[in-house]
């Protein structure tokens, strides 16, 4: 069962007027909703012109940047769904530059780091091979 949120909700949501809990609540039900998010936006559009994207209202009114160590997680697959999906829906579809160039970062850092220990491991197997040759 959906909870129902009023046309009146979305816009104490996006003046910030709603307690922590009511704010949390509607944006729960935001990610899992895109005609909510729609509505936001519709509401947005009337009383702002100049904001053209959803992507820009959910900036504008929440900066929920997930921190490095959850994008590291994200990044490796070891968060739970349900956080998971929250940044997920932040990096595509708030589209969030920051936390874009963030992950691109450490996607780098954790190839690199890939790359560091095959090389590792190659070197460690060479000098074990040539030790075998040597005591036969
Ligand atoms: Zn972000």
New binding site residues.
């Given amino acids: 069962m959906p909870l129902r949120i009023t046309q009146s909700e979305l816009e104490a949501y996006l003046e910030e007027a709603l307690s922590p809990e009511e704010m949390a609540a509607v944006e729960a039900e935001l990610r899992k909703r895109p005609e909510l998010l729609r509505k936001l936006a519709e509401i947005n559009g009337r009383r702002d012109a100049g904001v053209h994207s959803v992507g820009e209202i959910w900036?504008r009114n929440r900066?929920?940047?997930?921190t490095r160590p959850q994008l590291g997680s994200y990044l490796l697959g070891v968060l739970d769904a349900e956080h998971s999906s929250y940044l997920k829906f932040?990096?595509e579809v708030?589209a969030?530059?920051?936390?874009?160039a963030?992950l691109n970062d450490l996607e780098q850092q954790q190839q690199e780091a890939g790359e560091a220990v095959q090389q590792r491991r190659t070197k460690i197997f060479q000098s074990t091979a040539g030790q075998l040759r040597r005591n036969p």
């Fill in positions: 900036r900066i929920s940047c997930p932040h990096l708030v969030c530059r920051y936390c874009q963030n």
